[in-house]
T-cell receptor, first 112, second 116 residues
Framework: DAGVTQSPTHLIKTRGQQVTLRCSPKSGHDTVSWYQQALGQGPQFIFQYYEEEERQRGNFPDRFSGHQFPNYSSELNVNALLLGDSALYLC???????????FGPGTRLTVL | AQSVSQHNHHVILSEAASLELGCNYSYGGTVNLFWYVQYPGQHLQLLLKYFSGDPLVKGIKGFEAEFIKSKFSFNLRKPSVQWSDTAEYFCAVIVLYGGSQGNLIFGKGTKLSVKP
């Protein structure tokens, strides 16, 4: 049973660049949520996708956008990167926007 | 805004000691509560959850948590820790608004170090 997978594992970008992170949900899941985990902090909710639409959004600027594909996989895009965007980005999946979410290993983004 | 507070940033215990990690949340309505664990080099894993019913919930690896609604608390406990319990522990809450639900709100985490 494949769990949640994310790519890439690590990424280094410079300020002002754009980045795309990818997530494949656990087998049987149709909902994907994205979180940002800064060093020493708990994960913070960015947004959730279900049926290819953004269903909920946390307190993140419009520079953060996403997409969900018909196969339920998802992308997180961040434009105009800032130093403060350096963090671990986590993807979590669930079934029908259920409360029990399964997390992937994360993508470590470093912005120089 | 809703928030989750974890009282201890770093806890150091010897093997066989008892563990209690505090967690308080700020919302007075209906909530679902979770404890997640992150072992070194691994991803977040669900340790246990509370949705409704018996306020004492049991999770994996001998962990349990008690939901005390009057205290807005959901403390994690284990009678006897092992070196393999060394990890970071996160308390999280989902607020339920009528027929809909909010998103997972995490605490800042508690790092547990168990000395062999």
């Amino acid at each position: 049973d494949a769990g949640v997978t994310q790519s890439p594992t690590h990424l280094i970008k410079t300020r002002g660049q754009q980045v795309t992170l990818r997530c494949s949900p656990k087998s049987g899941h149709d909902t994907v949520s994205w979180y940002q985990q800064a060093l020493g902090q708990g994960p913070q909710f960015i947004f959730q996708y279900y049926e290819e639409e953004e269903r909920q959004r946390g307190n993140f600027p419009d520079r953060f956008s996403g997409h969900q594909f018909p196969n339920y996989s998802s992308e997180l895009n961040v434009n105009a990167l800032l130093l403060g965007d350096s963090a671990l980005y986590l993807c979590a999946s669930s079934w029908r926007r259920g409360n029990e979410q399964f997390f992937g290993p994360g993508t470590r983004l470093t912005v120089l | 805004a809703q928030s989750v507070s974890q009282h201890n940033h770093h806890v150091i215990l010897s093997e066989a000691a008892s563990l209690e990690l505090g967690c308080n949340y700020s919302y007075g309505g209906t909530v679902n509560l979770f404890w997640y664990v992150q072992y070194p080099g691994q991803h977040l894993q669900l340790l246990l959850k509370y949705f409704s019913g018996d306020p004492l919930v049991k999770g994996i690896k001998g962990f349990e948590a008690e939901f005390i609604k009057s205290k807005f608390s959901f403390n994690l406990r284990k009678p006897s820790v092992q070196w393999s319990d060394t990890a970071e522990y996160f308390c999280a809450v989902i607020v339920l608004y009528g027929g809909s639900q909010g998103n997972l709100i995490f605490g800042k985490g508690t790092k547990l170090s168990v000395k062999p």
